[in-house]
């Protein structure tokens, strides 16, 4: 940018803003002279902005020999520019070197990955490589950015759980009829509870879910009421198990929509019922930093044992196939 800059005269300080406005990488609006002003858009690459730092660096070598000076002395009116000014020429030869580096080291596709081909042409294979998105890599962006605390979610949270979820809902006050958005306040809200079993854990990365199921009424007019959270959801404030249930080798409690009466219960799940029992006294004791971290609650194809189209996705390992942790295979 400085290069650029002290490439123009003083007497051109249009040219001067325009084009150091360029280096900086975002869009720039050069504002002409004259009476009918308009705004031109002026965008640069990375290869372009390279290229013509160089050609503004030979030029000013070129008419610094021209005026019988040194290079020397180009190289130390950019200094204070360069590197803020309190730099000497140790700083500057070895920035120089760094930029060299960077500019010399070895690409990690070859060199047709680097190349701008017309609508015509078809790229080499090697550009799609470069330009490949990676799906994992996209999501776990979104995953970082809306994800809660490890220690949010309680230890070993599985389907058949009896959980109490308390999550956030509008609370509007005024009118007793709402007939429009404007007529409370948006952003009052008011804290609900929902208990009920825990159905099945679905999703991937931050669209993960629960699907909990309530019983609600009484006899004989009781009914079942399904609500989907999402998980990572800021609306969810808290989750909480009230009885740990086991379901066996089971993935889902989905076999509770067909229980009725006395049979729409889950039997006690006495290890998980026991660590709960463990953790609650060191708590209580004051050893609460004893306790291991907890895990986010896993999907129903990420738990033991895996279903059989685990064995084709690309990141299985055969080397760690256990019989016991998949479903039997056939022939």
Excluded at 29 to 37: D, L, R
Aim: glycine share 6%; net charge positive; proline share 8%.
């Amino acid at each position: 940018q400085a290069i650029l800059a002290h490439s123009f005269k003083p007497a051109d300080p249009h040219a001067t803003r325009c084009l150091t406005s360029v280096v900086g990488g975002m869009p720039a609006y050069c504002q002409m002279p004259g009476a009918h002003a308009r705004k031109a858009p002026a965008r640069l690459g990375p290869r372009a902005l390279l290229a013509l730092g160089a050609s503004a660096v030979a030029c000013l070598l070129w008419q610094a020999r021209q005026q019988g000076g040194h290079e020397a002395a180009f190289v130390a009116g950019l200094r204070p520019a360069v590197a803020g000014g309190a730099a000497g020429p140790a700083r500057t030869r070895r920035a120089a070197a760094e930029d060299l580096e960077v500019m010399t080291q070895e690409r990690a596709f070859p060199e047709e990955a680097y190349q701008d081909y017309d609508w015509d042409e078809k790229p080499d294979q090697a550009w799609f490589d470069r330009n490949k998105i990676d799906r994992n890599k996209v999501n776990m962006l979104f995953f970082d950015k809306f994800k809660k605390p490890v220690n949010f979610f309680p230890h070993k949270l599985q389907p058949g759980d009896t959980v109490r979820v308390t999550y956030m809902l509008p609370d509007p006050k005024g009118d007793k009829q709402v007939r429009d958005y404007k007529s409370y306040d948006p952003k009052a809200l008011r804290s609900v509870k929902f208990d009920g079993i825990l159905l099945s854990i679905r999703g991937k990365y931050h669209a993960r879910t629960l699907t909990v199921r309530a019983m609600i009424g009484k006899t004989p007019d009781v009914m079942g009421v399904e609500m989907v959270f999402p998980m990572f959801s800021p609306l969810v404030t808290r989750i909480q198990v009230l009885r740990r249930g086991y379901i066996g080798r089971a993935k889902n409690a989905y076999f509770m929509r067909a229980m009725v009466g006395k049979k729409n219960m889950i039997p006690v799940d006495q290890e998980r019922t026991e660590m709960d029992k463990i953790y609650q006294r060191l708590r209580d004791e004051g050893r609460a930093d004893e306790i291991p971290d907890s895990t986010y609650p896993t999907n129903e194809w990420e738990r033991y044992p895996l279903p059989r189209w685990v064995q084709d996705e690309d990141d299985w390992d055969e080397e760690k196939y256990n019989p016991d942790d998949v479903d039997q295979r056939t022939d």
